[in-house]
């Protein structure tokens, strides 16, 4: 089974840069891509930024692209650094590890989940 933890997040002012951390623990060579989603009050859970660990190829959500950068391990650890925050940005981020590759955007290809961290962008 394999285990994500997150750390980090919190409350920034818009403009301001926070980042995220997930751990994994467990067999993670059977998750080869880990992604992060977020999910805003009232709204579904989206896919934002996914890396293929054995090539560290990333992919990111167009509304992210250029302001949010994904970092990743072949131990399954990933990190998400984001930069030029947006009061739209604020939401519960989570962290996402999947056997499917490249990293899907589809909440229902990802097996294992980080506990959910809040990140809220003040104006």
């Known amino acids: 089974q394999v285990k994500l933890v997150q750390s980090g997040g919190g409350l920034v002012q818009a403009g301001g840069s926070l980042s995220l951390s997930c751990r994994a623990s467990g067999p993670t060579y059977i998750t080869p891509s880990v992604a992060w989603f977020r999910q805003a009050p009232g709204k579904d859970r989206e896919f934002i930024a996914g890396i293929k660990t054995p090539t560290s190829k990333t992919y990111y959500a167009d509304d992210v692209q250029g302001r949010f950068t994904i970092s990743g391990d072949a131990g399954g650890n990933t990190d998400l650094q984001m930069t030029s925050l947006k009061t739209e940005d604020t939401a519960i981020y989570y962290c996402?590890?999947?056997?499917?590759?490249?990293?899907?955007?589809?909440?229902?290809?990802?097996?294992?989940w980080g506990q959910g961290t809040q990140v809220s962008v003040s104006s």
């Open positions: 996402a590890a999947s056997r499917v590759v490249p990293p899907p955007k589809r909440v229902g290809d990802y097996a294992y």
